[in-house]
């Protein structure tokens, strides 16, 4: 294992990104850091602010939800079966009709 903790050897592009990270880090001093100040403003009135705006979303989204489920929701019995674009000739039966028997004539060819 080596000194960066990894069980290969680093690249020369590790390398050079640790030393330049390296160096960055040490050119930064207390100087360059903004002074620590408290957060400003109350922060439970920014709390109580958004719950209301979240109370009131949700409180519009089901309006909505039950305006449209009333509005939209259409009659209480089901939709009547598509009909058929051809006029139909006659009315299907479920019994077939009877075939009748044919006679046969004798032909004309017969003596």
């Known amino acids: 294992m080596n000194e960066y903790g990894t069980g290969t ?4 592009v590790e390398e050079r990104l640790r030393a330049a990270l390296a160096a960055r880090a040490q050119s930064v001093g207390p100087a360059d ?3 620590l100040r408290p957060p400003t403003g109350n922060v439970r009135a920014g709390r109580l602010v958004r719950r209301v705006a979240v109370g009131l979303l949700t409180l519009a989204a089901v309006a909505a939800l039950v305006f449209f489920t009333l509005v939209r929701g259409g009659p209480d019995h089901p939709a ?3 009909h058929s674009p051809r006029p ?3 009315t299907p039966s479920a019994v077939p009709s009877p075939v009748r028997p044919t ?4 032909s004309p060819s017969s003596p």
């Open 9 to 12: 050897a680093p690249t020369p």
């Open 33 to 35: 850091l903004r002074p």
């Open 80 to 82: 009547e079966p598509a």
């Open 88 to 90: 139909t000739t006659g």
């Open 103 to 106: 006679t046969a004539e004798p």
